[in-house]
Protein backbone atom coordinates (compact mmCIF):
# COMPACT_ATOMS: atom_id res chain seq x y z
CA UNK A 1 0.00 0.00 0.00
CA UNK A 2 1.07 3.57 -0.93
CA UNK A 3 -0.08 6.52 -0.56
CA UNK A 4 0.53 9.21 -3.34
CA UNK A 5 2.48 11.64 -0.96
CA UNK A 6 5.08 8.42 -0.66
CA UNK A 7 5.11 7.77 -4.32
CA UNK A 8 6.23 11.07 -4.70
CA UNK A 9 8.56 11.23 -2.15
CA UNK A 10 10.23 8.20 -3.06
CA UNK A 11 10.36 8.58 -6.94
CA UNK A 12 10.84 12.38 -6.63
CA UNK A 13 8.22 12.77 -9.48
CA UNK A 14 6.25 15.33 -10.11
CA UNK A 15 2.23 15.05 -10.08
CA UNK A 16 0.78 15.93 -13.35
CA UNK A 17 -3.23 14.94 -12.80
CA UNK A 18 -4.00 15.04 -8.96
CA UNK A 19 -6.88 12.49 -9.98
CA UNK A 20 -9.33 11.05 -7.18
CA UNK A 21 -7.28 8.62 -5.21
CA UNK A 22 -5.11 9.00 -3.29
CA UNK A 23 -3.80 5.71 -2.27
CA UNK A 24 -3.20 2.49 -4.61
CA UNK A 25 -2.84 -1.14 -3.16
CA UNK A 26 -0.04 -2.32 -4.83
CA UNK A 27 2.40 -1.87 -7.97
CA UNK A 28 2.44 -3.67 -11.23
CA UNK A 29 4.70 -3.65 -14.58
CA UNK A 30 2.50 -5.93 -16.50
CA UNK A 31 -0.61 -3.77 -17.83
CA UNK A 32 -2.07 -7.75 -18.83
CA UNK A 33 -2.09 -9.01 -14.50
CA UNK A 34 -2.62 -5.16 -12.61
CA UNK A 35 -4.90 -5.56 -10.38
CA UNK A 36 -7.71 -2.96 -9.53
CA UNK A 37 -6.07 0.52 -7.87
CA UNK A 38 -2.71 -1.17 -8.24
CA UNK A 39 0.24 1.68 -9.83
CA UNK A 40 1.11 0.77 -13.02
CA UNK A 41 4.71 1.65 -13.92
CA UNK A 42 5.16 0.96 -17.73
CA UNK A 43 9.22 -0.21 -18.26
CA UNK A 44 11.24 0.12 -21.41
CA UNK A 45 12.77 -3.09 -23.05
CA UNK A 46 14.79 -3.74 -25.62
CA UNK A 47 12.04 -4.92 -27.42
CA UNK A 48 8.93 -3.26 -25.81
CA UNK A 49 7.65 -0.45 -24.23
CA UNK A 50 5.66 -0.26 -21.62
CA UNK A 51 4.50 2.93 -22.04
CA UNK A 52 2.57 1.66 -25.11
CA UNK A 53 -0.06 -0.25 -22.75
CA UNK A 54 -1.11 2.31 -20.59
CA UNK A 55 -4.42 2.83 -21.47
CA UNK A 56 -4.56 -1.14 -21.49
CA UNK A 57 -4.04 -1.19 -17.65
CA UNK A 58 -6.60 2.04 -17.51
CA UNK A 59 -8.82 -0.23 -18.67
CA UNK A 60 -8.20 -2.95 -15.83
CA UNK A 61 -8.09 -0.74 -13.51
CA UNK A 62 -5.29 1.06 -12.86
CA UNK A 63 -5.25 3.34 -9.48
CA UNK A 64 -2.40 5.67 -10.82
CA UNK A 65 0.41 5.77 -12.74
CA UNK A 66 3.87 6.58 -13.24
CA UNK A 67 5.28 7.92 -16.66
CA UNK A 68 8.15 9.31 -18.32
CA UNK A 69 7.64 13.15 -19.61
CA UNK A 70 8.16 11.84 -23.04
CA UNK A 71 5.51 9.65 -23.62
CA UNK A 72 2.99 12.12 -22.53
CA UNK A 73 1.25 11.43 -25.45
CA UNK A 74 0.00 7.93 -24.20
CA UNK A 75 -1.92 9.64 -21.28
CA UNK A 76 -5.08 10.86 -22.99
CA UNK A 77 -8.18 9.47 -21.88
CA UNK A 78 -6.41 8.76 -17.85
CA UNK A 79 -9.71 11.12 -16.48
CA UNK A 80 -9.15 11.49 -12.97
CA UNK A 81 -6.41 8.74 -12.35
CA UNK A 82 -3.47 10.14 -10.91
CA UNK A 83 -0.43 10.73 -12.99
CA UNK A 84 3.23 11.05 -11.70
CA UNK A 85 5.90 12.57 -14.61
CA UNK A 86 9.38 10.62 -13.74
CA UNK A 87 12.94 10.68 -15.35
CA UNK A 88 13.30 7.04 -15.87
CA UNK A 89 10.39 4.89 -14.95
CA UNK A 90 13.29 1.83 -14.04
CA UNK A 91 14.79 4.01 -11.46
CA UNK A 92 11.18 5.06 -10.07
CA UNK A 93 10.17 1.12 -9.71
CA UNK A 94 13.81 0.66 -7.76
CA UNK A 95 13.05 3.46 -5.63
CA UNK A 96 9.29 2.54 -4.36
CA UNK A 97 10.98 -0.83 -3.35
CA UNK A 98 13.86 0.76 -1.36
CA UNK A 99 11.48 3.07 0.18
CA UNK A 100 9.47 0.08 1.19
CA UNK A 101 11.96 -1.68 2.00
CA UNK A 102 12.94 1.13 4.89
CA UNK A 103 9.30 0.45 6.28
CA UNK A 104 10.27 -3.36 7.81
CA UNK A 105 13.44 -3.24 10.21
CA UNK A 106 13.51 -7.42 9.49
CA UNK A 107 17.45 -9.35 8.44
CA UNK A 108 17.68 -9.72 4.81
CA UNK A 109 20.46 -11.78 3.16
CA UNK A 110 22.04 -10.97 -0.48
CA UNK A 111 23.49 -13.57 -1.91
CA UNK A 112 25.56 -13.63 -5.35
CA UNK A 113 28.27 -15.10 -7.17
CA UNK A 114 29.25 -16.53 -10.21
CA UNK A 115 27.63 -20.25 -9.91
CA UNK A 116 25.05 -21.15 -7.64
CA UNK A 117 23.27 -18.13 -6.38
CA UNK A 118 20.16 -19.74 -7.21
CA UNK A 119 20.34 -23.00 -5.03
CA UNK A 120 22.08 -21.92 -2.15
CA UNK A 121 18.79 -19.21 -1.77
CA UNK A 122 16.64 -22.25 -2.32
CA UNK A 123 18.22 -24.44 0.25
CA UNK A 124 18.76 -21.29 2.67
CA UNK A 125 15.42 -20.67 2.18
CA UNK A 126 13.84 -24.39 3.32
CA UNK A 127 16.26 -24.21 6.31
CA UNK A 128 14.97 -20.69 7.35
CA UNK A 129 11.54 -21.65 6.98
CA UNK A 130 11.52 -23.99 9.92
CA UNK A 131 11.61 -21.33 11.74
CA UNK A 132 10.71 -17.80 10.55
CA UNK A 133 8.24 -16.78 7.62
CA UNK A 134 11.00 -16.40 4.95
CA UNK A 135 10.56 -13.63 1.47
CA UNK A 136 12.52 -14.23 -1.28
CA UNK A 137 12.64 -13.64 -5.01
CA UNK A 138 11.56 -16.69 -6.53
CA UNK A 139 13.43 -18.33 -9.60
CA UNK A 140 16.44 -16.43 -10.74
CA UNK A 141 14.50 -12.89 -10.33
CA UNK A 142 17.71 -11.39 -9.82
CA UNK A 143 18.05 -8.13 -11.46
CA UNK A 144 17.06 -4.90 -10.81
CA UNK A 145 13.23 -5.07 -11.99
CA UNK A 146 12.96 -8.82 -10.20
CA UNK A 147 14.50 -7.74 -6.92
CA UNK A 148 12.37 -4.54 -6.93
CA UNK A 149 9.27 -6.37 -7.71
CA UNK A 150 10.35 -9.48 -5.17
CA UNK A 151 10.84 -6.60 -2.86
CA UNK A 152 7.62 -4.93 -3.32
CA UNK A 153 6.16 -8.46 -1.97
CA UNK A 154 7.56 -7.89 1.56
CA UNK A 155 5.22 -7.64 4.43
CA UNK A 156 4.42 -7.59 7.72
CA UNK A 157 4.24 -11.29 8.64
CA UNK A 158 7.78 -11.92 7.31
CA UNK A 159 10.52 -12.02 9.38
CA UNK A 160 13.38 -12.71 7.06
CA UNK A 161 14.68 -12.41 3.79
CA UNK A 162 16.67 -13.70 0.98
CA UNK A 163 17.69 -12.23 -1.82
CA UNK A 164 19.75 -13.45 -5.03
CA UNK A 165 21.18 -10.84 -6.99
CA UNK A 166 23.15 -10.86 -9.91
CA UNK A 167 24.97 -8.59 -12.28
CA UNK A 168 26.28 -8.24 -15.91
CA UNK A 169 27.74 -4.66 -15.57
CA UNK A 170 29.47 -2.98 -12.96
CA UNK A 171 27.80 -0.74 -10.56
CA UNK A 172 24.87 -3.33 -10.80
CA UNK A 173 25.34 -5.38 -7.18
CA UNK A 174 26.07 -1.78 -5.32
CA UNK A 175 22.44 -0.62 -6.99
CA UNK A 176 20.85 -3.47 -5.34
CA UNK A 177 22.70 -4.21 -2.08
CA UNK A 178 21.64 -0.45 -2.15
CA UNK A 179 18.02 -1.59 -2.43
CA UNK A 180 17.55 -4.67 -0.13
CA UNK A 181 19.95 -3.52 2.38
CA UNK A 182 21.70 -6.87 4.12
CA UNK A 183 22.60 -7.35 7.19
CA UNK A 184 24.67 -10.60 5.17
CA UNK A 185 25.64 -10.93 2.45
CA UNK A 186 26.96 -14.47 0.85
CA UNK A 187 29.38 -14.88 -2.29
CA UNK A 188 29.18 -18.05 -3.58
CA UNK A 189 32.37 -18.06 -5.66
CA UNK A 190 34.26 -16.13 -8.63
CA UNK A 191 34.52 -17.69 -12.21
CA UNK A 192 34.14 -16.91 -15.49
CA UNK A 193 30.82 -15.22 -16.29
CA UNK A 194 29.69 -12.03 -18.01
CA UNK A 195 33.48 -11.47 -19.29
CA UNK A 196 32.25 -9.45 -22.06
CA UNK A 197 31.65 -6.69 -19.27
CA UNK A 198 33.32 -7.34 -16.76
CA UNK A 199 36.78 -8.32 -18.79
CA UNK A 200 38.96 -10.75 -16.62
CA UNK A 201 38.25 -12.72 -13.39
CA UNK A 202 39.44 -10.11 -10.80
CA UNK A 203 36.87 -7.56 -12.69
CA UNK A 204 34.09 -10.56 -11.65
CA UNK A 205 35.70 -10.03 -7.55
CA UNK A 206 35.17 -6.34 -7.71
CA UNK A 207 32.07 -6.57 -9.19
CA UNK A 208 30.63 -8.99 -6.54
CA UNK A 209 32.26 -6.68 -3.78
CA UNK A 210 30.35 -3.91 -4.21
CA UNK A 211 27.75 -6.06 -2.05
CA UNK A 212 30.03 -5.20 0.95
CA UNK A 213 29.49 -1.38 0.68
CA UNK A 214 26.17 -1.86 1.81
CA UNK A 215 26.85 -4.33 5.15
CA UNK A 216 26.19 -2.90 7.97
CA UNK A 217 29.50 -2.40 10.83
CA UNK A 218 27.81 -5.68 12.74
CA UNK A 219 27.19 -7.05 9.08
CA UNK A 220 28.75 -10.77 7.67
CA UNK A 221 30.39 -11.02 4.81
CA UNK A 222 30.42 -14.94 4.24
CA UNK A 223 32.51 -16.44 1.49
CA UNK A 224 34.08 -19.56 -0.47
CA UNK A 225 37.19 -19.97 1.46
CA UNK A 226 37.83 -22.77 -1.21
CA UNK A 227 38.09 -20.32 -4.13
CA UNK A 228 41.08 -18.69 -4.78
CA UNK A 229 40.25 -14.76 -5.12
CA UNK A 230 37.73 -15.06 -2.65
CA UNK A 231 40.18 -16.69 -0.01
CA UNK A 232 42.39 -13.22 -0.51
CA UNK A 233 39.40 -11.24 0.78
CA UNK A 234 40.06 -9.43 4.18
CA UNK A 235 37.48 -8.26 6.47
CA UNK A 236 36.72 -5.25 6.87
CA UNK A 237 34.57 -2.90 8.80
CA UNK A 238 32.52 -6.74 8.40
CA UNK A 239 33.09 -10.23 9.87
CA UNK A 240 34.22 -12.59 7.38
CA UNK A 241 32.76 -16.43 7.83
CA UNK A 242 33.87 -19.06 5.15
CA UNK A 243 32.97 -22.30 3.92
CA UNK A 244 34.97 -24.61 1.47
CA UNK A 245 35.52 -28.36 1.79
CA UNK A 246 39.07 -27.94 4.00
CA UNK A 247 38.85 -27.83 7.28
CA UNK A 248 40.87 -24.18 7.62
CA UNK A 249 37.15 -22.72 6.68
CA UNK A 250 34.29 -21.91 9.98
CA UNK A 251 32.20 -24.18 8.17
CA UNK A 252 33.11 -27.38 6.18
CA UNK A 253 32.72 -30.53 4.60
CA UNK A 254 33.76 -33.34 4.34
CA UNK A 255 32.14 -35.83 0.91
CA UNK A 256 31.50 -39.32 2.62
CA UNK A 257 29.05 -40.70 -0.10
CA UNK A 258 27.67 -39.45 -3.73
CA UNK A 259 25.26 -41.22 -5.37
CA UNK A 260 23.07 -40.04 -8.47
CA UNK A 261 20.18 -39.93 -5.80
CA UNK A 262 22.13 -37.94 -3.39
CA UNK A 263 25.20 -36.65 -1.35
CA UNK A 264 26.30 -36.88 2.02
CA UNK A 265 29.01 -35.00 3.76
CA UNK A 266 30.04 -34.28 7.56
CA UNK A 267 30.00 -31.06 8.61
CA UNK A 268 32.70 -29.52 10.48
CA UNK A 269 33.85 -33.30 10.70
CA UNK A 270 31.22 -34.55 13.09
CA UNK A 271 28.02 -33.75 11.60
CA UNK A 272 26.28 -36.14 9.04
CA UNK A 273 24.24 -33.99 6.08
CA UNK A 274 22.66 -35.75 3.59
CA UNK A 275 21.80 -33.97 0.40
CA UNK A 276 18.79 -35.11 -2.09
CA UNK A 277 20.71 -33.60 -4.85
CA UNK A 278 24.46 -34.96 -6.71
CA UNK A 279 27.54 -33.01 -6.74
CA UNK A 280 30.24 -31.17 -4.93
CA UNK A 281 28.97 -28.28 -6.12
CA UNK A 282 25.67 -28.56 -4.15
CA UNK A 283 27.77 -29.20 -0.82
CA UNK A 284 29.44 -25.84 -1.51
CA UNK A 285 25.62 -24.48 -2.04
CA UNK A 286 24.48 -26.53 1.47
CA UNK A 287 27.79 -25.23 3.45
CA UNK A 288 26.99 -21.75 2.15
CA UNK A 289 23.26 -21.92 3.40
CA UNK A 290 24.52 -23.44 6.85
CA UNK A 291 26.68 -20.29 7.58
CA UNK A 292 24.20 -18.28 7.28
CA UNK A 293 21.18 -20.64 9.33
CA UNK A 294 23.47 -20.61 12.07
CA UNK A 295 23.79 -16.57 12.10
CA UNK A 296 20.34 -17.35 12.97
CA UNK A 297 20.69 -19.87 15.54
CA UNK A 298 19.19 -22.54 13.34
CA UNK A 299 19.70 -25.81 14.98
CA UNK A 300 21.80 -28.56 13.60
CA UNK A 301 19.14 -30.57 13.74
CA UNK A 302 16.63 -28.13 11.77
CA UNK A 303 19.30 -27.57 9.30
CA UNK A 304 19.40 -31.15 8.49
CA UNK A 305 16.13 -31.94 8.10
CA UNK A 306 15.20 -29.01 5.44
CA UNK A 307 17.83 -29.91 3.45
CA UNK A 308 17.47 -33.54 3.47
CA UNK A 309 14.13 -32.65 2.25
CA UNK A 310 15.30 -30.19 -1.06
CA UNK A 311 14.39 -31.11 -3.72
CA UNK A 312 16.50 -29.02 -6.37
CA UNK A 313 16.27 -25.92 -8.39
CA UNK A 314 14.24 -26.53 -11.98
CA UNK A 315 16.09 -26.94 -15.08
CA UNK A 316 19.80 -27.59 -12.93
CA UNK A 317 21.06 -30.57 -12.75
CA UNK A 318 17.83 -32.44 -12.79
CA UNK A 319 18.02 -35.81 -13.92
CA UNK A 320 15.02 -37.16 -15.88
CA UNK A 321 14.68 -40.97 -16.90
CA UNK A 322 12.83 -41.83 -19.87
CA UNK A 323 12.88 -45.49 -21.33
CA UNK A 324 16.22 -46.49 -19.43
CA UNK A 325 17.80 -43.22 -20.88
CA UNK A 326 18.95 -40.45 -18.29
CA UNK A 327 18.75 -37.17 -19.33
CA UNK A 328 20.90 -34.10 -17.35
CA UNK A 329 18.75 -30.98 -17.63
CA UNK A 330 21.12 -27.84 -17.07
CA UNK A 331 19.79 -25.81 -19.03
CA UNK A 332 18.95 -22.21 -16.83
CA UNK A 333 23.13 -21.18 -16.93
CA UNK A 334 25.77 -21.79 -18.65
CA UNK A 335 29.24 -20.64 -18.15
CA UNK A 336 32.52 -22.36 -17.88
CA UNK A 337 32.81 -23.24 -14.24
CA UNK A 338 29.42 -24.54 -14.04
CA UNK A 339 29.34 -26.48 -17.31
CA UNK A 340 32.87 -27.99 -15.37
CA UNK A 341 30.75 -29.21 -12.67
CA UNK A 342 28.01 -30.91 -15.20
CA UNK A 343 30.67 -32.99 -16.74
CA UNK A 344 32.24 -33.90 -13.80
CA UNK A 345 28.79 -35.15 -12.66
CA UNK A 346 28.04 -36.76 -15.78
CA UNK A 347 31.48 -38.25 -15.29
CA UNK A 348 30.72 -39.81 -11.90
CA UNK A 349 27.78 -41.33 -13.76
CA UNK A 350 27.46 -45.10 -13.47
CA UNK A 351 25.52 -45.73 -16.92
CA UNK A 352 25.37 -49.15 -19.33
CA UNK A 353 25.63 -47.38 -22.57
CA UNK A 354 27.29 -44.00 -23.84
CA UNK A 355 27.71 -40.54 -21.98
CA UNK A 356 26.62 -37.93 -24.44
CA UNK A 357 26.65 -33.79 -24.27
CA UNK A 358 24.51 -31.89 -26.31
CA UNK A 359 25.58 -28.14 -25.41
CA UNK A 360 24.89 -24.43 -26.93
CA UNK A 361 26.49 -21.26 -26.78
CA UNK A 362 28.03 -19.65 -23.31
CA UNK A 363 26.83 -16.13 -23.79
CA UNK A 364 28.49 -13.09 -22.90
CA UNK A 365 32.17 -14.27 -22.16
CA UNK A 366 33.44 -11.03 -24.42
CA UNK A 367 37.02 -11.27 -26.41
CA UNK A 368 37.78 -14.97 -24.71
CA UNK A 369 35.15 -16.78 -25.71
CA UNK A 370 35.77 -19.05 -28.15
CA UNK A 371 38.74 -20.04 -26.16
CA UNK A 372 36.68 -20.97 -23.44
CA UNK A 373 34.51 -22.77 -25.35
CA UNK A 374 37.22 -24.38 -26.62
CA UNK A 375 38.93 -25.53 -23.12
CA UNK A 376 35.56 -26.84 -22.29
CA UNK A 377 35.77 -28.71 -25.44
CA UNK A 378 39.32 -30.47 -24.10
CA UNK A 379 37.39 -30.93 -20.75
CA UNK A 380 35.28 -33.02 -22.79
CA UNK A 381 37.75 -35.13 -24.63
CA UNK A 382 39.46 -35.63 -21.19
CA UNK A 383 36.39 -37.13 -19.62
CA UNK A 384 35.92 -40.02 -22.10
CA UNK A 385 32.33 -38.52 -23.25
CA UNK A 386 31.32 -40.98 -26.19
CA UNK A 387 29.12 -38.12 -27.96
CA UNK A 388 29.03 -34.51 -28.46
CA UNK A 389 26.72 -32.52 -30.13
CA UNK A 390 26.87 -28.73 -30.21
CA UNK A 391 24.38 -26.12 -31.15
CA UNK A 392 25.40 -22.67 -32.18
CA UNK A 393 28.17 -20.80 -33.93
CA UNK A 394 30.62 -20.45 -30.73
CA UNK A 395 29.91 -24.06 -29.49
CA UNK A 396 31.69 -24.82 -32.72
CA UNK A 397 34.78 -24.21 -30.43
CA UNK A 398 33.67 -26.74 -28.40
CA UNK A 399 33.65 -28.99 -31.17
CA UNK A 400 36.92 -28.32 -31.80
CA UNK A 401 38.79 -28.19 -28.77
CA UNK A 402 37.12 -31.71 -28.13
CA UNK A 403 38.80 -33.00 -31.69
CA UNK A 404 42.39 -31.22 -30.69
CA UNK A 405 42.41 -33.34 -27.81
CA UNK A 406 41.61 -36.47 -29.31
CA UNK A 407 38.12 -37.10 -29.37
CA UNK A 408 37.05 -38.77 -32.60
CA UNK A 409 35.67 -37.05 -35.34
CA UNK A 410 33.31 -39.65 -35.88
CA UNK A 411 31.54 -39.01 -32.02
CA UNK A 412 31.27 -35.01 -32.85
CA UNK A 413 28.31 -33.18 -34.38
CA UNK A 414 28.06 -29.68 -34.95
CA UNK A 415 24.95 -27.70 -35.62
CA UNK A 416 23.72 -24.15 -35.74
CA UNK A 417 20.05 -24.72 -34.67
CA UNK A 418 19.15 -26.25 -31.54
CA UNK A 419 16.30 -27.89 -33.88
CA UNK A 420 18.51 -29.68 -35.70
CA UNK A 421 20.42 -31.17 -32.59
CA UNK A 422 17.26 -31.96 -31.33
CA UNK A 423 16.76 -34.02 -34.52
CA UNK A 424 20.10 -35.84 -34.62
CA UNK A 425 20.49 -36.46 -31.33
CA UNK A 426 17.08 -38.73 -31.73
CA UNK A 427 18.68 -40.95 -34.02
CA UNK A 428 22.04 -41.80 -31.96
CA UNK A 429 20.50 -42.13 -29.02
CA UNK A 430 19.46 -45.94 -26.79
CA UNK A 431 18.18 -47.08 -24.21
CA UNK A 432 21.08 -47.11 -21.00
CA UNK A 433 22.32 -44.18 -22.64
CA UNK A 434 23.08 -41.05 -20.54
CA UNK A 435 22.63 -37.72 -22.02
CA UNK A 436 24.14 -33.85 -20.26
CA UNK A 437 22.13 -30.86 -22.01
CA UNK A 438 23.73 -27.80 -20.80
CA UNK A 439 23.24 -24.10 -22.42
CA UNK A 440 22.80 -20.46 -21.58
CA UNK A 441 18.92 -20.11 -20.96
CA UNK A 442 19.40 -17.23 -24.03
CA UNK A 443 20.01 -20.92 -26.09
CA UNK A 444 16.36 -22.41 -25.39
CA UNK A 445 18.68 -25.99 -24.98
CA UNK A 446 15.54 -27.30 -22.73
CA UNK A 447 13.62 -27.89 -26.41
CA UNK A 448 15.89 -30.98 -26.65
CA UNK A 449 14.50 -32.30 -23.36
CA UNK A 450 10.86 -31.82 -24.80
CA UNK A 451 11.69 -33.42 -27.79
CA UNK A 452 13.47 -36.41 -25.95
CA UNK A 453 10.10 -37.02 -23.84
CA UNK A 454 7.69 -36.65 -26.49
CA UNK A 455 10.11 -38.76 -28.96
CA UNK A 456 9.88 -42.66 -29.19
CA UNK A 457 13.29 -43.48 -28.38
CA UNK A 458 13.75 -46.99 -27.35
Not at 259 to 270: D, H, I, P, V
Not at 363 to 391: W, Y
Not at 406 to 414: L, T
Request: a positive charge; aromatic letters at 6%.
Amino acid sequence: MFTLEEILKATGGSLVNPGRNKKVRGVSIDSRTIKPNELFVPIRGERFDGHSFIHRALRRGAGAVVFENSHCGSLKGAGDIPLIKVKDTRCALGALARYHRMKFDIPVVAVTGSNGKTSTKEMLKEILKKRFSVLCNPGTQNNYIGVSLSMLRLRPRHQVAVFEIGANHRGEINELSRMVKPAIGVITNIGPSHLEYFKTLKGVLRAKLELTGNLPKEGKLIINNDDELLSQVNGGFFRKVTFGLNDTSDFYGKVVRSTQKETAFLLNGKKPIVLKASGRHNVYNALAGIAVARSFKISYDEIRQALKAFKGVPMRMQIVRRNNIKIIKDCYNSNPASFICALDFLKGLKVKGKKVVVCGDMMELGPQAEKLHSNIGERIAEGKIDFLITAGSLSRNIASGARYRGMPQEAIRSFERVWQAEKFLTKVIKSGDAVLIKGSRATQMERILKCFMNSSIR
